[in-house]
C-alpha cells in the first residue's frame, strides 16, 4: 500500500496530476477541496458553514478537514492506497494523518510538492476562474490571499516530511506530462 500527499500554490497543478498518478497506480484520491465544494454545491449543513471560508480564500478549520479524511478512510478500509490532494495544509493536519495513517500501519510514502512562481500561479487561477465559473479564482486579490495562506500556512509542512525523508519538489511550470515524468521517476526510485 503506498500514500502519497501532492502539495502546492493554488494553480499549479495539484488536482490534475492527481488524476494521472491514481489512475497509473490504482491509488483512492481524496481531495479536501472537491469534497469541500461537494457540500456547498449539495447545500448541506457543513456546506453552508464553509461557503463564505471558500468564498474568501481561507483555510477551513483542521477539525472540519481531519473529520472529513478520517471518515474517509474509515469508509474505505481495503484500499490499495491514498493519494491526498490539498491535505495536510497545516502542522496540526499533517500530525493528524500521519497518526491515522498510523493506526493502519501504512504511512505516508512520499510528499509532492509543486513548485512554480506565484506570477504563474496567479494568470493559471484567473484562467480557470473564467473557465470554470468557480468564485473563489476570479479575483486575483483572492487568488494572492490564498497564495500567502499558502506560504505562510502550508508551506512550513514540507520541513515535517523532509525530516522523515519523504518530501520531493518537482518543477510545475510546464505540462502535467513534465510534471508526471519527475514524479514518475522518483516512484520508481522509492517503490
Ligand atoms: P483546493 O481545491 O485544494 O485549492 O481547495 C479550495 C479551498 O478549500 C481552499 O482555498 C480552502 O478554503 C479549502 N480547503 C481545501 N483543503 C483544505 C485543507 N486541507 N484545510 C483547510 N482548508 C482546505
Do not use: W
Not at 464553509?50 to 478520517?70: F, P, S
Request: with cysteine; aromatic share 6%; glycine share 6%.
Amino acid at each position: 500500500m503506498i500514500n502519497i500527499i501532492i502539495a502546492g500554490p493554488p494553480g499549479s497543478g495539484k488536482g490534475t496530476l492527481a488524476k494521472i498518478v491514481v489512475e497509473k497506480y490504482n491509488l483512492t484520491h481524496f481531495s479536501t477541496g472537491d469534497m469541500l465544494r461537494q457540500e456547498v454545491e449539495n447545500n448541506t449543513p457543513l456546506g453552508q458553514e464553509v461557503a463564505c471560508i471558500l468564498e474568501r480564500g481561507d483555510l477551513v478549520c483542521d477539525d472540519i478537514v481531519i473529520g472529513m479524511i478520517t471518515h474517509e478512510l474509515e469508509d474505505h478500509p481495503q484500499m490499495t492506497g491514498f493519494l491526498f490532494d490539498g491535505f495536510p495544509r497545516t502542522i496540526v493536519q499533517a500530525k493528524a494523518l500521519d497518526k491515522l495513517l498510523k493506526a493502519k500501519e501504512s504511512p505516508v510514502n512520499l510528499m509532492i510538492l509543486l513548485d512554480l512562481p506565484d506570477k504563474i500561479c496567479i494568470e493559471r487561477i484567473l484562467r480557470r476562474g473564467t473557465i470554470e465559473n468557480r468564485s473563489d479564482d476570479t479575483h486575483e486579490y483572492k487568488v494572492q490571499h490564498r497564495l500567502n495562506t499558502y506560504h505562510t500556512v502550508t508551506k512550513p509542512i514540507v520541513e515535517h516530511y523532509k525530516k522523515q525523508g519523504k518530501f520531493i519538489a518537482v518543477d510545475s511550470s510546464k505540462t502535467p506530462e513534465h510534471t508526471f515524468n519527475q514524479v514518475e521517476a522518483c516512484l520508481k526510485r522509492i517503490l
